[in-house]
């Protein structure tokens, strides 16, 4: 195979991005102790010291180790331990136990983030091939991805606890006296044939390519989030305990569980608070409900008359209201966590304000569409073709982006997605109806 | 609510039907023993006398105590034990909980049967509105469904029998002496905007309205199903043991539960046999495979190099292949199992021969769609609005009919759907490919 | 091996024992349809008709097959459906999946029964050798514990049933219209050195022997067993609500599992019903409490400030009561449950009166001994020999019989023995204190 | 109530202790990480913070509280995070969940230890009453034991990871260079009326009273224990796959769960190893096994054609052959560990040398005796009295002491007990004959 060199002026943004994206791990790691770095509360959730190194693990696994002469694997175990579900490298330690390991610890990990970021810096600083380049830029979107997981398993972690501790302690922004709240509108969309998914060169996600048409029937999709409010009034209106609102698998999930309110909503005597990284704080009826399932997103929409919109759907209307996307300020939508929205306080997704439609972050909006094969979709080839094709059963699709997703990371075609019973990503909803 | 009377052609036709339908039932449990009609093998499968029972009940809820003025119902305790599912009509006996009930016993159930069919056939006598018509019409549609329901879940009562009894014994219909297999060809489609779903005034389930457009690519479709001889290939190919075939859901499946072959095949000293209504036989390479879930099916065509068709695409060709539906004959396949078929022999999916194309009564087909509302979708109103919107997560939909499905009750715009994981129908598979 | 012939009044004796042993277990079963006679409710429930196969795949097994020059099985897959546990003697099929099994049905396992009761009334009119008698007569002993279990397990299937169906009409006997009730009264030991097992010649199971001495302390224990309307006063002083009443295994089990009240207590508006073989009645203060586990009774022990007896305390104090066991007439208890005493009605514990103490033939009584191996005890040689030893950890022993226990087939020396958690079998309690 | 002011020279002397005994669980912990202390591998193991939490909590709760005017709790969260079961002081935080908690860390809980043993030390230096120096000297003892525990606890979550680490190097003894082995042989008895249980003032669990005579028959126990040698030879015999060695629960315990070997056993290529506390290391023939359950210890002794001896036996041979107990050297056996012990390298039985009988010092002994009260037992009053009645049921009583029992901490009368299923204690096994 003939490969091609990447342009020096790319492969140097790289390198510079390649520091970047792997400090910010680095400095989402920074508040929390070693015993806080260790601890799984969840099969879904992973340790932090286990994201800090299974990221360390993809650099080293599919860039270093098969591109980089005479790299040696800095510990023969780690590949063992830190890969995570990809049956073409090998066997691997079960995802439900990773809490169990105390061994190697955090030092430990900080050892083997640098010595590999040391051999990247080297790597990159030579100059790569244009597919090797493209191996990089999936290693740290896969990183982005991690950060965001970082998060929500954290937040998972720390509201496990009685004590209920904060990630960081939650300074808001300074806000107006008076901030203008965006008003929640229809907008119309006449249907016909209309294009989904990445056409262009650059970077995304298998799954989101090729680009082709589908064809709509006229429908509206509404400028703002479903809020807090809006959820307390469907809970007041019996909405978790009247079957009819829920389809079957829904019904019984609700009970078997025992829901009653989105997840991290606690009923105190003074009504409900919400666990946040900040801490507990009382639910504010004008933010965005989160840490709804598909499940009771689905309930939701059914109660309120309307439905939740199909991925195209979303991604039509979100184009043209965005002017291209997350980087395109309001109505575009916030662009997402980064070193200085840290520095702030706790990400936690706020009021909509000034006509923010918040198409991005925010929360992630569920959608009506199950995850699938786009037509004449292949995955990638080799391993990393695991990386989102294997997962296209069962699972619903997510537009947008949250506010613990990395800034730069978001994109109008991105197609996150979770099982219809997941409530710890930042999930809420948009909703639709037809016209 | 103003109310129009039924043609009384109609209503003497559906009077007629309605003492065909219920008899049929009575037919395919009459090779039942007590203690056979009793039992519960797994959560899914209902015993023989509970499925009489619940089809009894569907007319006597919604038809006979609503509108039948006097009715009083047969008895008040089996409004609990043999709702199936309706939330709107109260609380019901736990489904994984059926086969631990000894009373009503066969005898009760066959008293209760023929009460309630003499008050029907009373009732159908006098005339009846238009929208009560519809009502019988769904009933003794769900009655069709439950006879196919009643042989898959026998067939699974007496193969988890070591003993492998026959349900009756098959008795082959004579064959030729050669019989021309029906040759396997790609049938191209040219893509375009598709009508799908059903648009006159037929009956129909809920689920296959409204009728609408989509836009498809350039495709192609299988003219025969993929045979056993095609899925030993598979096998022997390693295709149960190689994680690249198989997405993450299927391969935790196929892991947990040791599946390495179709379910009902047994592997014994002299190779694979199948259990089948009729007893146990050696696996026939010709025939149609059956009884795979929708994980194998997915990985089978990933082996193959080909896909599953989507739900359109299948409607699309078959449409056009079969000149209407599994009434037209050759192309169109069997009609699905009546009584003469019954005395014939244990049904069975059989080789396709003379130029069948199996789209109907051979087995039912694994689509690559989930299981969603059509555009526009409204379920019925009241309690039999839940027939079948209630299950639009997390399930696949099928096309086609199977060698169990009722003769005349089979529909080119007809959706079944089982969840994936599902083995226990009679599931085969179609393949497609783009082009 | 020299074997020696049993005497021929003893042969007969045990043909004429043998008919009369097998003819009960089909009068139990009689009142049961194929359907009841099928059901399975729990993993430790058996069906009729399996009890009623497998005490005759025991003669069949260990009588008839090594014994019985020219003796042909009846079905050769018999033996591995009805070996209970019997790992000498090779696989079987598994408890929990009993109820599984439509066939063989009531109608082939009568058949089996008449085949080996011919073959076994020839066997034993040749007379035989002391040993077979040996084996007989545990066939016996073991077919009347089966007749217990197969009534214990049948009111099991017909309480899970929400019609709450009786297997008899319950015809209590006539009383008289003032009866004498037992008055409790605490019977005094001085301690000592006493004997506890069998010593004798007469047939008892293995874990019986062999007779050794135990060391007494002072004790006292009560003429009478504990009521409900004593387990009523439990209860409303929070017996199952607070956690100082129970050991730390006892308390999980109630709190995982439920319990408010004995098993087959059923509360309803006007106060608590009791599910019996004859249907659903009124709890009745003075009957003696069953159906509880030995954690409830050693709750309720702790509660009213004494104790379990020992079982060597039971034995030693039942042996002067009694005069020599259940033949002795009152106060030895009525003799369980015979082909006459069915006739009158549904086994249920009913009050004692007239001085009756109810050692045998009420319910049987939870002891403080857990069940272990007698001094120098050695299991029976062969696969017989797996028939008590094996279970003699994690269970207690409970003395006595039950008014489901079949007459003659109660001693002084019988060790029962359940799980501390069982509730299905008719187990009540007498307490104990030190003195 | 009146109390009496303890012996100023007892107080002095607690005081003492006290220091020596909470230093000790500081030492232990002071090889581990952060991170090492925070893992819970399974429900019965808990992380060594907590360890280090609860035993502090215990003075807190029953000593400094009640009894220390104006003590202030350190954190009120607190008591319900660190209570491990005494219902009556209040909810708890569920034990499985331990691992859960990253917070308080090991910073807080070395605070929360400095802080209270700075007031407990103040306390103990003013004299105290005889019953409050009766619930030190418990909270001592309470805490010895949770010296061992922490060690088995580490021992699990070190050998459940891959990376097999050590807890602290291994470096043994300089031993002779030829040890001379101590010979096994039968020790007999005679039988009789023999006393058993604690009779004089010393300190003792509740368990261990009253003190009460036993009749016993002639009998023998080994002066040895049972080594890796002999089980090798039990598992070449087919030990683990032979089900009449079993009981029926033993059986179905090492089905489920696939023991082939003792806990910790691994097997390589080259033969079989044991993870130690030192890392991993050939199993030698010549060390005591350790680290089987009853039921393997049950398996092995039918196997060998010999039996467990009661807990009477052993108490009864023990005090002959040891003059007293573990404080009178060989034959009683090592003290068990201390800081010295512990300084020379991780604690692992070995092999017996130079008359040594192991009675103490080596691994724990499965006796015969399910775990009950003795004859006249009564459970301290109050909370404290949880401590060891509540366990009286499922579980089996060990004897003797392991090299992980504290130094001091053993008695002659001491009833160590756990579930029959247990491998993670350091048990093993001393066989016992009928003579």
Request: aromatic share 12%; with cysteine; glycine share 10%.
């Amino acid at each position: 195979m003939t490969t091609t060199a990447a342009d020096p002026e790319v492969a140097e943004g790289l390198r510079a991005r390649f520091r970047t994206v792997r400090s910010f791990t680095e400095a989402l790691a920074a508040p929390l102790s070693p015993e806080d770095q260790t601890v799984q509360t969840m099969p879904d959730v992973s340790p932090t010291k286990w994201h800090r190194a299974h990221t360390t693990w993809f650099f080293e696994t599919f860039v270093l180790t098969p591109h980089r002469s005479g790299y040696e694997v800095f510990d023969p175990a780690y590949g063992f331990l830190f890969n995570s579900y990809y049956e073409a490298v090998g066997p691997r330690h079960a995802r439900p136990q990773r809490g169990l390991l105390s061994r190697p610890g955090v030092a430990e990990i900080a050892a083997y983030r640098a010595a590999v970021d040391e051999a990247m810096d080297s790597f990159l600083e030579e100059g790569l091939d244009a597919d090797v380049a493209g191996l990089v830029e999936l290693g740290l979107n896969h990183e982005q991805q991690h950060q965001e997981l970082l998060l929500m398993d954290i937040k998972h972690v720390l509201a496990t606890n009685p004590l209920r501790p904060a990630y960081v302690d939650c300074v808001g922004p300074a806000t107006d006296a008076a901030p203008v709240r965006t008003a929640p509108q229809w907008i119309p969309h006449a249907g016909g044939i209309v294009p989904v998914g990445l056409g262009g060169d650059g970077f995304a996600f298998d799954n989101e390519r090729p680009r082709h048409e589908v064809l709509l029937r006229p429908f509206a999709v509404r400028s703002t989030l479903v809020t807090c409010g809006e959820w307390l009034e469907f809970m007041a209106d019996g909405g978790y305990r009247r079957p009819e609102l829920w389809m079957s698998d829904d019904w019984a999930t609700v009970q078997t569980r025992g829901w009653d309110a989105p997840a991290y909503w606690v009923h105190e005597d003074d009504g409900w608070t919400v666990q946040t990284l900040g801490g507990p704080r009382p639910v504010d009826p004008a933010e965005p409900v989160c840490h709804v399932s598909w499940y009771e997103a689905d309930a939701f929409v059914r109660w309120a008359g309307w439905r939740l919109p199909t991925e195209t759907e979303w991604e039509t209307v979100a184009t043209e209201r965005t002017g291209g996307g997350p980087d395109g300020g309001v109505p575009g939508g916030a662009a997402g966590i980064d070193p200085a929205a840290l520095r702030r306080g706790a990400p936690h997704p706020v009021a909509a304000v000034d006509g923010d439609e918040q198409w991005f972050g925010a929360t992630w909006q569920w959608t009506a569409s199950p995850y699938g094969p786009y037509p004449g979709f292949r995955p990638a080839a080799g391993a990393v073709g695991e990386y989102n094709g294997k997962f296209m059963v069962n699972q619903h699709v997510l537009r947008g982006g949250a506010c613990v997703t990395p800034a730069g990371h978001s994109r109008l075609t991105y197609r996150n997605f979770y099982a219809p019973a997941s409530r710890w990503p930042f999930t809420g909803l948009r909703p639709a109806v037809d016209r």
